[in-house]
């Protein structure tokens, strides 16, 4: 799972430059926040976009991963995003997987708080999450970049606590902002399906040092029109049009009950939009079934007997219902 000398942070950091380099063709900005961290608006003052998502996308997967855009013809769901790994583990979900939970107060003098959930490459700096101690990785280097999903600049009690957790200086520290309700934040939402089957796996006990190499790939939505719409949009494209394909090396019968295990419809909530579903547990994510969290089919190919298993099914027709009007 390791890759001798490498730095998911350094790499990140090498393409978060190349971007910035781009950044009028590509539709952002780029911002000096507070305590002179380094911003990059996709989404919240500028348009952005689904080009500017992917870069993203591959910045938020450390460089491990290779993420583009697909036009299916045969489809009314045209666009698509399609991910691969040969490090999925690392670039899954030792920084894609958004799972540093951050605040903290938008002004000194208010009491509204900045809340947000922080992936990147810059959670294996701090190695914050218990998830950690199962991937037994560490990153060590002077820079840290985080992709934060909001539509305003964090606080500068957030940029202290990711400065002093990474143990970076703050104008080492940069940060990507992708609101969920912006084609640069849907696209690199969407473009975390294979994470999603991995982190799947992780929750069912599948030992992580199976895993070889995965791909993923699900349908891209328009932007909804506000924040529960938008990420109720992201989340059924995964849910209902995420197929993920994950190579291990394992026993038949493992391989074979993984396959059984992940798709999303082993959920009892299964069959309703994300957003109707959130609503029904009066937005608490902890109400809503765990079980649900996974990509819609899942194909499990066992390397070392050359079998693979296919599970779930796509439900193309419900997306269809819930983005296109008739």
């Not at 009028?24 to 305590?35: I, T």
């Not at 909804?224 to 049009?241: F, H, P």
Request: hydrophobic residues 40%.
């Amino acid at each position: 799972m390791k890759i001798p000398e490498y730095s998911l942070n350094d790499e990140s950091f090498r393409l978060f430059k190349e971007i910035l380099l781009k950044k009028n063709s590509l539709k952002v900005q780029a911002l000096e926040g507070p305590l002179g961290s380094m911003i990059l608006d996709a989404g919240i003052s500028v348009s952005g976009g689904s080009l500017v998502g992917v870069l993203i996308a591959e910045i938020c997967m450390g460089g491990l991963g290779n993420v583009r855009l697909d036009v299916n013809s045969t489809s009314r769901l045209q666009n698509w995003v399609t991910v691969r790994s040969e490090f999925p583990v690392l670039a899954c979900l030792a920084s894609q997987y958004a799972g540093w939970s951050l605040s903290g107060r938008k002004n000194i003098n208010e009491d509204k708080v900045f809340n947000c959930l922080g992936s990147g490459p810059a959670r294996a700096l701090a190695c914050r999450e218990e998830l950690f101690s199962d991937l037994n990785y560490k990153d060590i280097s002077q820079y840290g970049v985080m992709v934060m999903e909001v539509s305003t600049i964090p606080p500068i009690d957030v940029i202290e606590k990711i400065s002093n957790n990474c143990n970076i200086e703050t104008n080492k520290l940069a940060l990507i902002l992708t609101p969920t309700t912006s084609l640069a934040g849907t696209t690199q939402v969407v473009s975390r399906v294979l994470e999603v089957g991995l982190h799947k796996a992780h929750t069912l006990g599948f030992p992580l040092d199976n895993i070889r190499s995965g791909s993923g790939r699900a349908p891209l939505p328009t932007p909804g029109k506000n924040l529960v719409e938008a990420m109720g949009r992201t989340n059924d494209a995964i849910l209902y049009g995420g197929s993920v394909h994950i190579l291990v090396d394992c026993s038949d019968t493992d391989a074979e009950q993984l396959a059984y295990e992940i798709p999303s419809s082993n959920s009892e909530d299964y069959g309703e939009s994300f957003s109707n579903i959130f609503k029904n547990v009066d937005y608490d994510f902890y109400k809503i079934d765990p079980a649900l969290f996974a990509p819609a089919e899942i194909l499990i190919s066992n390397l070392s007997s050359g079998k693979t298993w296919k599970k779930g099914n796509l439900n193309l027709e419900l997306l269809e219902k819930l983005w296109i009007q008739h």
